[in-house]
């Protein structure tokens, strides 16, 4: 695309070479390549201040609202970037006909359903939105940077705000859906699990009669959502009433699964029991939706990669082991992971560094006292934690019986945990993003080493 012709697109003004030809998309001037266009969103940090190092990166136009440096590159002036580049990806998609696109929506788990499901698709021209970009810029990047050659876009919806999937849906247009699950992720902004389930039900009514549907059978939400949608639903689980049905399920030393789906095995890279839920998802929107073959699919599965800060386990020299799952918490997740953290096969203590979980609004209290109380029903040694959130965590671990430590920041928690964890202990560290616990978890792992 020139510039001439995102000026077009956009009703933009062409500041420099209007046939400079921009071959691929980005927001992050650290993470573009070259021919790039660089779109200079204007959020927490103002992307204008970033417009120099874009182009020093090999960015070829940049889409902003101000011109503040002459001559360094193209410029297409907008009065609104983000608004721009939604225009520019709702019209690429409404021009490509044949495209497929999966919207995956849900409160956990779909980050890794929409990597298992590339990993599925793996036999077709399929093309996933990286890490999780599936926000209001995030989306329209995705969209926008699967090349020609691609047929099936796996797109990830997420949803702070009633309405946030409506809106991504109607730039993307899908023809399947999948909702991985209804919980109390986001539940300050969206109303609780009423709420959530509205919110997935956004993505549903987007979708063609002629599409596909794909729920979890496992959820009691299912049952109010199925009707949201015109589009062929299938349900998948463990409940005998699933339209198909998981079975067999097995866990490794390492935490990698493998289970059985309509007579077919499958076996998962991805670690955790709650990935299962997730593969299972995937495989049928691969083989229903798509026509991919069970084998095929199987093949795929096996070689899907996960996003990073998801379920990763690092052995020290020591002993100890470390999962990392700091990308992001709330109830659900934070659950799953505490379940695969007393499944490790390490010998020593189990240590759960554990904090924030953002944007619970009312249900935040109660919902980090279940976090505490969980961790002692499934017979974790010691918790520390992060945060006022991690606070309350540690006092409903130490009301419970074990061991409770309190950090302020992650800083703090790094150094207390460098005292707690000794050779042969299982560590898992978790929060929300903006905790920044991953620091810890490299810390910990950077110790061992030495």
């Known amino acids: 695309m020139t510039a001439r012709e995102i000026a077009h697109r956009t009703g933009g003004e062409v500041v420099g070479d209007p046939d400079a030809v921009v ?123 699967a090349g ?39 539940a300050e902004h969206l109303g609780g699990l009423s709420g959530a389930a509205a919110a ?46 998981i079975t067999d399920v097995t866990v490794a030393d390492d935490l990698r699964t493998a289970f059985t789906l309509d007579g077919h095995r499958f076996e998962l890279p991805l670690r955790g029991i709650h990935q299962v839920q997730n593969a299972a998802l995937a495989a049928v929107v691969a083989h229903a939706a798509f026509g991919v073959d069970w084998v095929d699919i199987a093949t795929g599965l096996r070689s899907a990669r996960a996003s990073r800060w998801r379920m990763e386990v690092a052995e020290r020299r020591d002993g100890a082991v470390v999962l990392n799952d700091a990308y992001n918490a709330n109830p659900d997740s934070m659950d799953a992971a505490l379940h695969a953290l ?8 189990r240590i759960a560094i554990l904090g924030d979980m953002r944007e619970l609004g009312e249900y935040s209290a109660a919902a980090h006292e279940r976090v505490g109380t969980r961790a002692v029903e499934l017979g974790v040694d010691v918790v520390v934690g992060v945060g006022h959130g991690g ?49 810890v978890a490299h810390a910990l792992l950077q110790e061992g080493a030495s």
């Open 23 to 145: 071959t691929s998309w980005a927001f992050d001037s650290r993470d573009l390549a070259a021919g790039a266009g660089f779109v200079a969103l204007m959020g927490e940090r103002d992307g204008h201040d970033f417009v120099e190092d874009a182009f020093r990166a090999g960015a070829r136009v940049a889409l902003v609202r101000r011109v503040s440096v002459d001559g360094a590159g193209t410029y297409v002036r907008v009065a609104d970037p983000l608004a721009a580049l939604q225009a520019l990806a709702r019209g690429v998609r409404q021009e490509r006909t044949a495209l497929r696109v999966v919207g995956v929506a849900g409160s956990t788990g779909k980050t890794s359903t929409k990597d298992l499901l590339a990993g599925a698709l793996a036999s077709c021209a399929v093309h996933a939105n990286p890490e999780s970009y599936n926000n209001e810029f995030g989306l329209p990047i995705a969209l926008l940077n």
């Open 148 to 186: 020609p050659a691609v047929d099936i876009v796996v797109a990830e919806m997420g949803e702070r705000f009633p309405g946030d999937v409506a809106a991504l849906s109607e730039i993307a247009r899908p023809h399947v859906g999948i909702v991985t699950n209804v919980g109390l992720a986001h």
């Open 200 to 245: 997935f039900a956004e993505l549903l009514d987007a979708l063609p009669a002629t599409g596909y549907a794909v729920l979890n059978a496992d959820d009691e939400h299912t049952a109010l959502l199925a009707p949201q949608t015109s589009a062929t639903v299938v349900t998948v689980g463990y409940a005998q009433g699933a339209n198909v049905r």
């Open 342 to 349: 007393v499944h490790l096969p390490a010998p020593g203590r």
């Open 391 to 439: 606070a309350i965590i540690a006092d409903a671990a130490r009301a419970g019986g074990i061991e409770g430590h309190t950090a302020a920041t992650a800083a703090d928690a790094q150094a207390l945990a460098s005292k707690l964890v000794g050779p042969g202990d299982a560590v898992l560290v978790k929060a929300s993003r903006a905790l920044g616990l991953q620091t």
